[in-house]
């Protein structure tokens, strides 16, 4: 949520208010769209890596305020559950070698902070959802220590009125229930944002959400949940199920969930914020001081912390951000799509991906959801998560004849869209050599049909095969999947299987 909150108890009048406030923060943030005060283009993106801890036998450890006293830098923050941590990329400017320096920045980062864990018997792990999580860890004991993390359990729990529901059929089915939030600490993400000016905003959401399915395809690294093989991307329906608010008869109703992919293209960034006001009630009615429509007609720039802060409690997987930075506003499109790892070079490339296929396509002449329902977008989010790489998916059928087709996620990168990003990262003035070599990881992993989900269900099912029982399989994996990432070859390099002892 990005923002310090101290827990305590609300009355009735205090969501009333907030509701006042959110709805003068929504006019004022109109207000500085019409009068054009937002930021210039300066082609900045940023970076946030989600983390895991673990033990040198791939068990959890909960120790993120230990770590973090240790590798003492803003650059790392507490996530919500104990064993996780997140690390944060300075904004860098989408040009030139920003590959490349990306990669070196997260080496030394990650080398360090995994340094600084090993001083307490941990290590630093990144991946979508770590395999040897059990039921037994999401307990709301395992919540980091942060007032913001109690507060938020303490009014979802409330605004459900029941335990979370936990029911999610793939490969194996798991059901169970919680207490607490805390299963929704087990995803953790790469989210890569990208500043944008409110004219350009709608095109590059609408092409976030159109590539969305692809980068969960190509990325997915989420196998495995409390020791069952689900889908091979679960984070979303976990983070879904995790954060849903609804009981049975609200969701029965048609009720929106927290965490939302959407349910049309937008024309304008004033329409992402505007939904969330009119369909989320708030959970954290927390009201600043500030009048922001009084602010913006004295001529300042206003905060809009309640709007800030609710829509950080609205889970889209492209999530419209208003920030400021040097007294001046400006928009970000937050894509928290992919899961984390598996090493530097497949998140370089994921984010190479991204990048190019959003610049091309948000400045095609005919762009892609004029040809494509956003039904078809949510369908192929959703059957991506289910098959990963083996996905296929609705795409628009080549020409003008129209219509859709259903293709494989690996042959619709390899023909159209890996060109279609390497013009988008021509057009950010990337480094051809930085371009090629990272993309080119995409499309070897497309050739292998090879991505982590692939690697860790392969590897598993050849530990079950040897002999091993579920648990001892899925933290054999686990541990090689640590000493592979360490090593920082691609995924689509690593071996199979379990090496002897």
């Known amino acids: 949520m990005g923002e310090k909150v101290v827990a305590g108890d609300f009355d009735l009048s205090d969501r009333q208010k907030y509701r006042r406030k959110l709805h003068q923060c929504l006019e004022a943030l109109s207000g500085l769209l019409a009068e054009r005060r937002f930021d210039r283009p300066r082609n900045l993106m940023g970076m946030e890596i989600e983390l895991n801890l673990t033990g040198a036998d791939a068990m959890p450890k909960m120790l993120n305020g230990q770590v973090l006293e240790r590798i003492a830098s803003h650059d790392f923050q507490t996530e919500l559950g104990m064993f996780n941590l997140e690390v944060n990329i300075v904004p860098h400017h989408l040009s030139g070698r920003v590959l490349d320096q990306l990669a070196e920045e ?222 001046v506003p400006h928009l970000r499109v937050e894509n928290r799509v992919l899961p984390a790892g598996p090493t530097v070079a497949d998140v370089i490339a994921n984010t190479a991906l991204y990048y190019g296929m959003v610049r091309a396509l948000a400045e095609e002449s005919r762009p892609l959801w004029t040809r494509m329902p956003f039904s078809a977008a949510a369908e192929n989010f959703e059957t991506a998560c289910r098959h990963g790489i083996d996905a296929e998916l609705l795409w628009p059928r080549p020409g003008r004849s129209g219509g859709l087709t259903r293709v494989p996620v690996t042959k619709l990168v390899r023909d159209e869209l890996l060109p279609l990003a390497a013009d988008g990262l021509d057009g950010w003035n990337i480094e051809p050599a930085d371009r090629a070599h990272y993309l080119g990881i995409i499309e070897e992993r497309c050739k292998r049909r090879t991505n982590g989900a692939s690697w860790q269900a392969d590897t598993y099912h050849r530990g079950r095969e040897a002999g091993l029982d579920r648990g001892a399989a899925l933290a054999a994996m686990t541990r090689r999947y640590g000493e592979l990432m360490q090593g920082g070859d691609p995924v689509h390099t690593w071996p199979a299987g379990i090496p002897a002892p």
């Open 106 to 327: 997260l080496r030394t980062g990650l080398g360090y902070a995994d340094r600084k864990a090993g001083e307490v018997d941990a290590g630093i792990m990144m991946i979508g959802i770590l395999p040897t999580l059990g039921r037994e860890d999401m307990v709301r004991s395992n919540l980091s220590d942060v007032d913001r993390y109690a507060l938020l359990n303490d009014q979802m729990l409330a605004a459900r009125g029941e335990s979370f529901s936990l029911d999610i059929e793939g490969v194996e089915r798991l059901v169970a229930t919680a207490g607490s939030i805390t299963p929704e600490a087990a995803c953790t993400s790469l989210q890569l944002h990208l500043q944008v000016t409110p004219e350009r905003f709608a095109d590059v959401w609408n092409a976030a959400q159109a590539v969305a399915a692809v980068q969960v395809a190509l990325g997915a690294n989420s196998p495995f949940l409390f020791g069952r093989e689900v889908w091979r991307e679960s984070r979303p329906p976990l983070f879904e199920q995790a954060t849903d608010t609804r009981p049975p008869e609200l969701r029965n109703q048609g009720v929106r969930p927290r965490t939302w992919f959407g349910e049309k293209w937008i024309g304008s960034v004033e329409e992402l914020f505007e939904e969330n006001l009119r369909y989320f009630p708030p959970l954290l009615p927390i009201c600043d001081e500030e009048e922001p429509l009084r602010v913006l007609a004295d001529g300042g720039v206003p905060q809009l912390k309640e709007l800030v802060l609710h829509n950080g409690t609205v889970y889209r997987w492209n999530r419209p951000v208003y920030g400021i930075a040097d007294g």
